[in-house]
C-alpha cells in the first residue's frame, strides 16, 4: 500500500508553545480560522467544554497539556485532574490520558516530565492513525464510495486521523472513489469540519443532509460507513456522535458495510456494554437554533444527546492499531485488548 503519512495531511489543531497550549477554535470553521491560547489547566476545561477542541483523541491530548500547565503553576493537581476529568463524561479517552498522567505524577514527575509524557501521548496517537489509516484501507475495495459522520479527521486527533485517516489512507491508495459526509447536526461538524478538512487536503468530496444518508445507500453509490468512535466497550458495542446508530441501521438493510476506527486508549474493556455507557446530554439551546440564531418557536422544548450506541452486531469491523476485529463481539475484543 502506499505511503500515506504525508498524503493529504496537512491539519494540526494543537500545538504546545512551551508555556501555553494553542487550539484552532473549531467553533469559527470555516468562515475563520482562529487560535485560542490556554495559559492554564482551566483554560483547557473551558476549551473543552464549550467545543473549541472535540474529538475523543483530541480531549485527551489536550487534557494532558492541561496537566502540564497545572504543574508548571504549581497548582493543586488533585483539583486539576478532577475538573479536567468532569469536562465531558462520554469520551474515555479523557479519562485514559487523564490516568496516564496521574501515574506519571505519582512517580515523582515534574513539570518537564509531565511535558515529555504529554507529547508522548500526541505523538503515539498519531502514529496510531496513521497505522490505522493502513489497515482499514486495506478492508475497502478499489474503487468503492464511503460515507462518514461527524468529523474524525485532524481537527479531532493529533492528526491524520481516524475514520478520515481511514479516506485519506484510501484515497491516496487508489481504493476509495467517492466520499460523502453527512452534515452532523446539531453542530454541523461533518458540514463545516469534514468539508474544511477534505477540501483543504485535496480529497474530492459531496456534502448530504443527514436525513439524506439512506437515500443515498439506496442508490449504489457507498459500499462502507466509516465512524469514529467516542467509547468501545468490552462487547464491541460503540459510542459515537449522535446519529450513528441510525447510518448503521441503513446501512445493514442496504448491505452497506460498516467500519469503527480509534484508538485502543477508546476501547474501555471495563464497560461491559453500551447499556452501561453514559451519554452526555448538552443545552437544548444547541437545538433550538445557530451561530446565536434562535431557529425554532419560542416556547419549544428540545432533547439534545450528543452521542448514541450502536450495537456490536451492527458493526462489521472496528479497526485499532492493534489489529482489526472483524464482526466484533465480547471473545473477539478479550482477544485482542484482555479482560
Known amino acids: 500500500m502506499t505511503d500515506t503519512a504525508a498524503s493529504h495531511d496537512s491539519i494540526r489543531a494543537l500545538k504546545w508553545q512551551g508555556d501555553h497550549l494553542r487550539l484552532l477554535d473549531q467553533r469559527k470553521l470555516p468562515q475563520r480560522t482562529e487560535w485560542v491560547d490556554c495559559t ?4 483547557v476545561v473551558q476549551a473543552i467544554k464549550d467545543l473549541v477542541v472535540r474529538g475523543a483523541p483530541a480531549i485527551g491530548i ?10 508548571q503553576q504549581g497548582a493543586d493537581m488533585d483539583e486539576a485532574l478532577l475538573a479536567l476529568r468532569a469536562a465531558r463524561p462520554t ?4 479519562m485514559w490520558a487523564l490516568d496516564r498522567m496521574r501515574a506519571r505524577i505519582a ?15 500526541q505523538d503515539e496517537d498519531l502514529a496510531a492513525n496513521r497505522h490505522m489509516g493502513q489497515l482499514g484501507a486495506a478492508l475497502i475495495a478499489p474503487g468503492s464510495g464511503v460515507m462518514t459522520h461527524c468529523n474524525t479527521g485532524s481537527l479531532a486527533c493529533a492528526g491524520f486521523g481516524t475514520a478520515l485517516g481511514v479516506i485519506r489512507a484510501g484515497v491516496s491508495a487508489g481504493r476509495i472513489a467517492e466520499v460523502f459526509a453527512g452534515e452532523t447536526r446539531p453542530w454541523l461538524q461533518g458540514a463545516r ?51 450513528t446508530y441510525q447510518l448503521a441501521i441503513a446501512a445493514r438493510h442496504h448491505g452497506v458495510k460498516f467500519m469503527v476506527v480509534a484508538p485502543s486508549s477508546t476501547v474501555d474493556m471495563a464497560t461491559a456494554d453500551g447499556e452501561a455507557i453514559e ?23 428540545a432533547w439534545n444527546p450528543v452521542f448514541d450506541v450502536t450495537p456490536a452486531n451492527l458493526i462489521d469491523a472496528i479497526v485499532t492499531e492493534r489489529g482489526v476485529i472483524e464482526q466484533p463481539d465480547a471473545l473477539r475484543m478479550q482477544a485482542l485488548f484482555g479482560a
Open 40 to 43: 492554564d489547566s482551566q483554560a
Open 62 to 71: 489536550a487534557a494532558a497539556w492541561g496537566v502540564v500547565l497545572a504543574a
Open 91 to 94: 469520551a474515555v479517552n479523557l
Open 107 to 121: 512517580a515523582g514527575a515534574d513539570a518537564q516530565a509531565l511535558a515529555v509524557e504529554a507529547q508522548a501521548i
Open 193 to 243: 469540519l469534514t468539508m474544511w478538512e477534505l477540501v483543504n487536503d485535496g480529497i474530492p468530496a459531496q456534502l448530504v443532509a443527514d436525513s439524506a444518508a439512506a437515500h443515498l445507500m439506496k442508490s449504489g453509490k457507498v459500499q462502507w460507513v466509516i465512524v469514529g468512535a467516542d467509547r468501545i466497550a468490552a462487547n464491541g458495542d460503540t459510542a459515537n456522535k449522535i446519529g
Open 279 to 301: 451519554i452526555e446530554l448538552r443545552e437544548p439551546s444547541e437545538l433550538l437554533g445557530y451561530g446565536g440564531t434562535r431557529t425554532v418557536v419560542e416556547g419549544a422544548r
